[in-house]
Structure formats: C-alpha cells, structure tokens
C-alpha cells in the first residue's frame, strides 16, 4: 500500500527519495528463523549475512541476536532495559532527532519488532512496507559488502516506557477473566490451532485468545493491506471484545506486526505479551487449547 502522512510505515520510492537526507538513518534488523522440524526446533540466525550480499545503500545492520535485546533474560529477544536502548543507540551510531526507517529482508515481522521496542520508548521510527523484497520487486539498487565500523553518537537517548508490553501475571488475569482484555494470537491458523509443528514446547493457544494471524494482513506482495482491510479483518475477530487488546505469538516478534497493523487502523489500547509462548509453553502448569476455537478449562491440557 501507499504510505500516508505520519503513517508508521514508508513506501520505497518514498524512501528512496529520503535517503538524500543527511538526519537519516536506515536499520535492516534481520533474523532468519528456519521452520520448526520438530516441536521444540528452535534455530534463531543472525541476519548479517544476508545484509552482506544485498542492502539498501546507506543502511546499517542490527543484530537482534546481541543487541537491542536483555542480556540477562532467559527468554531470547526479549526487550532491553531504557539503559540498554540508549547504550545500543549510541554505540550504532544514531543521534536523537535521526529520522529512522526499519527494515527487514523477510516479511516485516522483525522491523516490526524493533519499530514497537522503539515505539514503547517514545522515539519515532518508520517500518518499509514491504520489507527489502518490495525494494527489489520494484527495481531500486541494492549494493554489497561487509559493514564499517560505526562512530559513536555524541549524545545518548531520552528514553521513556510508554507501558506497550505486559507480562505473564497480566496474560493470565485476561485469559481467566480475572481481568479486562482480550488475547490476540498473532500466529498462523494451524500454529493456533495446534496442528503444526511448534519451535515452542507445547503446541496451541492460550486459552480464551483469538486468532488474529499477522501475515493476514499483508497482500500478497507482502506490504500492509489499506487500513481500511486491516480493520475489517480485525474488526471481524475484536468486535464487541474488551481492551486491552493484548496481542502475543511465538517469541513476541509477529505479534509487533499484529500490531502494528491495528495502530494504523486506528486501535489505541494494544499491549505486547513479550514473553509469548515461549515463556507461557515452558511452564507446565499454565495450560494451553489444541483446536480452532477460543477454549476453555476444560479443554485445556499442560505438558
């Protein structure tokens, strides 16, 4: 789709013109994650490569695997500390007031990601609809080579949290109506259902989650559908629903690209379970649903 005036995302022929801006700052964030071969395949890569042989010009890359992401988590990806942002920001080499547009060379699940960890903190950034692929498919330039050593910023970050991620106890409440919201899965209709192999440790949903796949809101090329379809389709499984809308997936990526899309279509009160599935699967005593409906209690099963 065509992008809008201070909408999150941006078309490539209008990033193409920005790019002769001096204050811009384009970040391919990359991870590829290979299909689950068996439950439990859990087999993140780092991106870089990838940059290597093709890349906007001009871009940098950010590996998810080592920066942007706690340290001391247990869980993988999971969101740095405001410290964190603002070190990893510096040391990449944005200034405060860059004007940063993301991409990723998949389906914009990752530029996805890192626009909502941004987003949460208060600074404004842009995702590429359509990712490298639309880039290509369209005929702009791409270049190659390793990647120079970046000069530090001179100045850190302002950083706030703006309070967009919610934890397991919060996931919970909603899930047994403790609670007002409603739980979004963002996965596709068989990882929700079950029926499909799972990098996780248990196969399903959380129980009261409806499905909201985040790719059904991509056209076939892989850019965002027009606003208006995202909100029908969303309005399809949230209507008369409470908020928040908390919205989780596999590891917390493709649910950024879940929301994502309802930010543009005009949702206010979305929240990101980081944790997701797979913090929620390791636990044997919090249950999950195996089939396409909802679920309740009695349809729940631990390991």
């Known amino acids: 789709m065509t992008s809008e005036l201070n909408s999150p995302l941006i078309g490539a022929v209008a990033l193409e013109a920005l790019l002769a801006e001096a204050d811009v700052v384009v970040l391919d964030v990359s991870v590829h994650f290979p299909p689950a071969r068996f ?108 990647e120079a050593v970046p000069v530090r910023a001179d100045t850190s970050w302002s950083v706030v949290d703006l309070g967009l991620w919610v934890d397991q106890n919060l996931v919970a409440a909603v899930s047994t109506g403790s609670q007002p919201g409603t739980l979004v899965c963002a996965l596709s209709p068989e990882q929700y259902a079950g029926t499909e192999k799972t990098r996780y440790s248990r196969r399903g949903h959380i129980p009261a989650s409806v499905n909201l796949s ?32 908390v919205i989780y997936c596999g590891g917390g990526v493709s649910a950024c690209l879940a929301g994502l899309g309802l930010v543009m279509s005009g949702y206010d009160d979305i929240k990101i379970y980081d944790g997701s599935l797979e913090e929620w699967t390791a636990d044997p005593t919090l249950p999950m649903v195996i089939g396409d409906a909802p679920g309740e209690g009695d349809r729940c099963h631990g390991s």
């Open 39 to 146: 439950d439990g395949d859990y087999r993140p890569e780092s991106g870089y490569e990838g940059w290597v042989e093709g890349h906007i010009p001009g871009s940098r890359h950010i590996d998810l695997m080592t920066t942007f992401s706690d340290h001391d988590a247990s869980l993988h990806f999971t969101r740095p500390s405001a410290d964190q942002l603002s070190d990893d920001l510096v040391a990449l080499g944005v200034e405060p007031g860059a004007s940063i547009v993301i991409y990723d060379q998949g389906s914009m699940t990752w530029a996805s990601r890192f626009w909502w960890v941004l987003r949460n903190a208060g600074i404004d950034a842009r995702v590429l609809d359509g990712g490298l692929a639309e880039w290509t498919r369209i005929g702009l330039p791409v270049v190659s080579g390793e």
């Open 214 to 245: 985040a790719k059904s809101l991509l056209d076939d090329e892989g850019r965002m559908l027009p606003s208006v379809e995202v909100s029908t389709r969303a309005r399809s499984v949230l209507r008369g629903r409470s908020e928040p809308v």
